[in-house]
């Protein structure tokens, strides 16, 4: 029987809170209820997946997302450290 992910919490603010009004613009990145993280962010595996260094990989069902400095920086303190 597959596992059901849930969304554990937010970390950092809320798009709207961050200065996102609109519909386009919604970076976010969520804890699920299993300890992994979620990121809502830009797909740009085309553009960067060339210039990933030799020692790292993607899997064909990876895409590297890109989200905004904001977005990363705001939710630091609620990022777990273990």
Not at 8 to 36: K, N, V
Not at 42 to 61: F, K, N, V
């Amino acid at each position: 029987m597959a596992k059901i992910l849930t969304i554990a919490r937010r970390l950092g603010p809320s798009p709207r809170s961050r200065g996102s009004i609109d519909e386009h613009t919604c970076p976010d990145i969520f804890e699920l209820g299993d300890g992994r993280f979620a990121v809502i962010g830009t797909d740009m595996t085309s553009e960067l997946d060339g210039a990933l260094p030799a020692d790292a990989g993607r899997a064909d069902y990876e895409r590297i997302v890109v989200i905004s400095r904001d977005t990363l920086v705001m939710a630091r303190a609620e990022i777990p450290f273990a």
